[in-house]
């Protein structure tokens, strides 16, 4: 957001976005451009300026893909917002194929869209580029804004739909209609806000749990820890926040007392192990405040469920001693994100001496012999000691090693087998109580934790 010559106030779709992600982060924004000394926004990290250097590269490679294609690329200065419109609304009319940098307003909002692309059809869509493998809720909210702007701005009808050319070079088209109405209900809230900034701290959003506040993130921290909130409860939600809430329930130190109180439309289950998670993080504060390396209080809980069925760790498979712990790592800002660690631990049969063995990549090709070579190494092993299994942290490393295998269209078959006789094991799925959803694009957005607090403070296992 920025104010015009005029002293008005001119908003982009990024503004939505980081609206979308964390409204106090809005909210945050808003106070900075109006009182820009009051406050000091985080500085960015080198991952995030690395993060911004690789998006611009790859938004220049398809541009010089585009350009190599030989098709006609219309290309528009950002120097001047309003030579930058009149010049993209020419190219518009003159049915430029590609049109860069597309400068495009409407109302109170205005921004460059990364491509504009005529289709067969004679109409434009909005295309923009993203580093991701796959698309993000955000993209949505950031296109729609485009292609509304798009509309507006020309008398043309609203597109159909809007595209994004991901990192891998894939190209993802969704339909405008499946979004736009989730969009104008997402703008509105946000200009509602906007209207009723009056600049007082008081009145900010609080902090989401688990939200995202980009460079305001050491504020919200700040926020919740001076009020001691309930978003500081590893795993509370915003839901059980607002019950609580209303049961007169506001700070961590209320929860902790709590036990045996009832809150309506929350289960006692629940309320219960929400409890017990504060008590844990209240206690550990106080060991804190006397000794500051004091380890996180624990609580070990039981290891049968209601039935007498087994819980947590003791619904592990029975100790092998061939069992291999996986983990990998990926680069995710190369183009398609690179795989370049495979590594596993293994016991030596001396108590507490492990072996590690690694292979490692530098680009696609040996992206693809490291990662043949773990699969040769672990099913051998596997066919050799049949009750062994494969455990690794979380999701992640059984959804990457079936994506390679079918982006390398290699070993398949073994990773089929291992997959069919579960081999695999998640422990993340046995080690904590607190749940891991997956969402679908709009029903999730990927959020960083506010803050570590809740996670140092004292955690629950079984």
């Known amino acids: 957001m920025k104010k015009t010559r005029s002293g008005e106030l001119a908003y982009s779709p990024s503004d ?13 924004d808003r106070y900075y451009l109006e009182n820009p000394g009051a406050v000091t926004p985080d500085e960015a990290t080198e991952d995030e300026a690395l993060i ?19 098709t006609t690329v219309r290309e528009i200065s950002k120097d001047n917002s309003d030579m930058a419109r009149e010049h993209t609304l020419a190219a518009i009319n003159a049915k430029a194929p590609i049109i860069y940098q597309a400068a495009l307003a409407s109302g109170r909002f205005a921004g460059f869209a990364d491509f ?9 869509q909005v295309w923009d580029t993203k580093l991701a493998r796959s698309p993000k809720p955000y993209y949505a909210v950031q296109l729609c804004c485009y292609s509304e702007m798009l509309a507006d701005g020309t008398g043309l009808p609203l597109p159909d739909k ?33 209207d009723g900034f009056r600049g007082n701290m008081a009145d900010r959003p609080e902090p989401l749990p688990r939200a995202d506040h980009g460079r305001w993130t050491s504020h919200a921290e700040a926020f919740c820890r001076d009020k001691d909130h309930l978003v500081l409860v590893a795993g509370i ?14 700070t961590v130190e209320d929860l902790a007392r709590a036990s045996g109180k009832t809150v309506p439309k929350l289960d006692r289950d629940s309320m219960e192990k929400l409890v017990a998670q504060a008590h844990l993080q209240r206690q550990t504060r106080i060991d804190r405040v006397a000794t500051p390396e004091a380890p996180p209080r624990y609580e070990v809980l039981p290891q049968a469920g209601a039935n007498g069925n087994p819980v947590g760790l003791s619904a592990l498979p029975l100790d092998h001693p061939a069992d291999v712990f996986f983990d990998m790592e990926g680069y995710p800002l190369m183009a398609g994100g690179l795989e370049y660690l495979f590594g596993v631990c293994t016991r030596t049969g001396q108590p507490g001496v492990w072996d590690f063995t690694d292979w490692w990549a530098h680009d696609r090709e040996q992206e693809k012999h490291a990662f ?5 190494w672990v099913f051998t092993r596997w066919q050799a000691n049949p009750g062994m299994h494969i455990y690794h942290y979380a999701a992640y ?9 079918t ?14 006789n579960e081999v695999f094991g998640s422990l993340s799925d046995r080690t904590t109580r607190f749940a891991h959803r997956r969402g679908q694009l709009f029903h999730q957005v990927h959020r960083a934790a506010l803050s570590t607090e809740a996670h140092n403070e004292g955690s629950h296992s079984r």
């Open 397 to 405: 490393e059984v959804a990457a090693v079936r994506r390679l295998s």
């Open 52 to 70: 911004a250097q690789t998006g611009e590269a790859h938004e220049q490679t398809v541009l010089e893909d585009f350009r190599a294609s030989g």
């Open 116 to 124: 504009l692309l005529l289709d067969d059809f004679g109409s434009y």
């Open 16 to 28: 939505l976005v980081r609206y979308l992600a964390s409204p106090f982060a809005s909210w945050m």
């Open 162 to 194: 809007f595209g994004i050319i991901l990192g891998t070079r894939e190209r993802v088209e969704f339909r405008v209609e499946d979004f736009i109405h989730y969009y104008h209900h997402l703008r509105a809230s946000f200009l509602t806000m906007q």
């Open 407 to 420: 982006y390398h269209d290699t070993r398949q078959d073994e990773v089929d087998e291992l997959l069919r």
């Open 237 to 250: 939600t915003v839901g059980q926040i607002k019950k609580l809430g209303r049961a007169g329930i506001n």
């Open 372 to 376: 043949e070579g773990y699969v040769d």
